[in-house]
């Protein structure tokens, strides 16, 4: 299928924490009105991300929700109530935000770029992307993209590679700028021959073919691990309890590479990702773009979600006394996590939504 973008005129939630490090702290008020693109939290420390309004409407709320998160704590929230207009903030509406010349930019312009449009990592943690790419102290010889799907039944990076394939190569060449590696190398995994292939082409279109080289991967879990990945790629371990640049290498997600490449050239901040809603559950599996914050009820709504198909029995303190309940898994089914409720909101991490049956997955 093709990727949809999911535009809902409804309500959207946004966590001040969303990924890896230290909550943003919120800079707007209920009852604001705020546009799409707009800062609603900014960074605090050093590992810590922006958070920008998804799309255009009033603050409704700030209060503490229950995050999308296996602990199943809460966390500030930002609430909008959006006004179906989806319009953006001037400066990035009439592209005046946009680098045009970014690869001939100082390093420092586009890190702080990367840092104001929010980018995390989208294909594990949710690490903040400046920080990884501040590398000063560290030699680095190879850029490692990891294009391999982290687990069964995800296919949100396959997508994205057969449909953004030039954006993610543009990516690529702005992180071998800023970590001045020697040379690329991108992971895919053998059964994505559409996006091998649309990442081939991009590679020749611009022209990177000598020091940016796709390749395959075995389809096999957890070569999507980026220690596992790195050691497939290149034969090089990195240290237990270390991080791959203390050996020349920093590895970052496909997914990524096109969220930089829009923040730069575009000026847009992450509000969007490609998620996959999938699982016996829905109807109709496929990936969307979906706007950050938006209830995982609205994505299972729009795939045909069937409530009975996913019901479990959950045993109440006895096995005389139990109850159906749905389950619903935020991410793969290896290390995803049930979500407490379907209101729970879309964060920059989620890579998918599995609805599964009681057949397809049954429960511990």
Known sequence: DVARFLQLGQFLAVGGLD??????????????????????????????????????????????RELPHSSGLEGTCVIIDSDSKDQWVPEIADGSQAISDYLEADNSVLIDRIRDCG????????????????????????????????????????????????????????????????????????????????MEDALHSVHGEHHIT????PTKYPSGGEKQLIKILTGKEVPSGGIPSAIGIVCQNVGTCEAIYRAVAEGKPLISRITTITGESVEQPQNVEVLIGTPVKHLLEFAGFKQEKSLFQKLLGGKSKAES????????????????????????????????????????
């Open 19 to 64: 990924g890896l490090g230290v909550a943003g702290h919120h800079v707007v008020a209920v009852g604001d009105d705020v546009l799409k693109g707009q800062v609603i939290a900014q960074p605090k420390g050093f590992v810590s991300a922006a958070i920008h309004a998804p799309t255009s409407g009033k603050v409704t709320a700030i209060e503490q």
């Open 119 to 198: 980018i995390t990592g989208m294909g594990g943690a949710g690490f903040p992307t400046s920080v990884k790419m501040a590398v000063k102290d560290k030699q680095i010889d190879t850029l490692i993209i990891n294009a391999a799907e982290c687990e069964p039944y995800i296919t949100a990076d396959d997508m994205l590679m057969r449909e953004r394939a030039i954006a993610a190569m543009h990516g690529i060449q702005i992180l071998m700028k800023l970590t001045s590696a020697d040379n690329c190398l991108i992971g895919i995994e053998d059964n994505k021959p559409e996006a091998i292939k649309a």
């Open 214 to 217: 796709v390749v395959t991967v």
């Open 325 to 364: 309940k749905s389950r619903i898994i935020m991410g793969g089914p290896m290390m995803g996590f049930t979500l407490s409720s379907d209101e729970l909101p879309i964060i920059k991490s989620s890579n998918c939504i599995l609805a599964p049956s009681q057949k397809e997955l049954p429960a511990n």
